[in-house]
């Protein structure tokens, strides 16, 4: 059973920095992308970023150059530094897991989640 496990998540201040991690445990493949979706309030789910199994990112255009991803193949760990924050990235931030080795933003290309952890960035 995978399971995906996150922390790093609070409260700051805009303009201030977070680094979210992401344990897997359970798994059984070698060749498998990682990344975050979040979650505003009153929002839909929405993609952020995702390294793939090669170790290439890929962000959405509203994180880019603030954001960055980056994996521990060893540990089967996900990071993703998040500075420069502003109110807007206020969210519930999920990690995810997928089977493919370089997914886009479609949440149906993912098929383990994390139960989230909570992002709060004041003004």
């Known amino acids: 059973q995978v399971q995906l496990v996150e922390s790093g998540g609070g409260l700051v201040q805009a303009g201030g920095s977070l680094r979210l991690s992401c344990i897997a445990s359970g798994l059984t493949d070698r060749s498998y992308a990682m990344g975050w979706f979040r979650q505003a309030p009153g929002k839909e789910r929405a993609f952020v970023a995702r390294i793939s199994s090669g170790g290439s990112p890929y962000y959405t255009d509203s994180v880019k150059g603030r954001f960055t991803i980056s994996r521990d193949g060893v540990k089967n760990t996900v990071h993703m530094q998040m500075n420069s924050l502003k109110p807007e990235d206020t969210a519930v931030y999920y990690c995810?897991?997928?089977?493919?080795?370089?997914?886009?933003?479609?949440?149906?290309?993912?098929?383990?989640w994390g139960q989230g952890t909570q992002v709060t960035v004041s003004s």
């Open positions: 995810v897991k997928s089977s493919r080795r370089a997914p886009g933003s479609y949440r149906s290309e993912y098929d383990y």
